[in-house]
């Protein structure tokens, strides 16, 4: 049987009203002084004014944005066609090599 | 409570705590206690409540050093205060501390008189308040802490959405998921109830 919008009605004024009766009396003074026990045992505080602070909450302001431009280069590397690109890389140090050391020792021409 | 004109402000006692006055607390938990214990009252059952207040105000004066001063002191303690709140019920549920009593005869006889509208014109009567008070506990207690925080807050509080969202430090959009996802498993709760119910009977 499907559920009446008036039933949800009736139902939520009533669950209403028992909720708000929940406050009950104040509670003793005990409480209190736990909270100032600890709070002395915690000690004095640190203001959150300085450099550090300021540099860690900007830090966290760009951790979003460091992620997705990590994932941003990540994808555009897998892309790209890498093997060719080492093939080339290896060419020309081969080469390099090869220059370098007949210029230095005159083992060639 | 009237404020005396000539007393320091919060933002004032907050700055005399951050300079390390560490007595000076005890000014703001006077001045903000009743507003705490109201709200952990309505969320936490009345045997943790005192537990959940010091860690509130503990909580609080951790993270004093964070309060910029910009909002009110107490909107900026009642926000811990809620979130203190769901805490507990994370903690409770992680720990399965949550008692899942079945709904007993009377618990589904009360629900059948409510959703059929015979008891309902003078509101819940005081003899089936207990009843009433433990149908909602049952159904809360099969929600998240999620689901459970936000029904209470914009469901059962009546509070708005970006209100709720503040307060627990969420985006108004999860609020509104939430809110909606909540409301439609408490109903489908008190559904199945009534349906078992029908069914003995």
Redesign the interface.
Known sequence: ?R?QIS??E???????????????D??GD???S???R???Q???????AGFW?AFESLVWRLAPVCCLLVLLLGLLFMRMDLDRGYDYLGTVTADMERSTLSELYGLEG | MQKDPLSPGDTEIVRKVLDGDVNAFEVLINRHKVLVLKIVMKHVPHKDVEEAVQDAFVKAYLSLPTFAGKSDFSRWLSSIAVRTCYDFWRKAYRSREIPMSALTDQHQEWLEEVLSGESWESGPEHSTRSEAAEVLEHALGMLSAEDRMVLDLVYLEGRSVKEAADLLGWSTANVKVRSFRSRRKLRKILKDARQKERRAS
């Open positions: 049987m559920f039933e949800n009736r139902l939520k004024r009533t669950f209403q009203e028992i909720y708000s009766a929940k406050v009950r104040d509670l005990g409480w209190q736990d909270v100032m600890r709070v002395r915690a000690g004095p505080l640190k203001s959150a602070p």
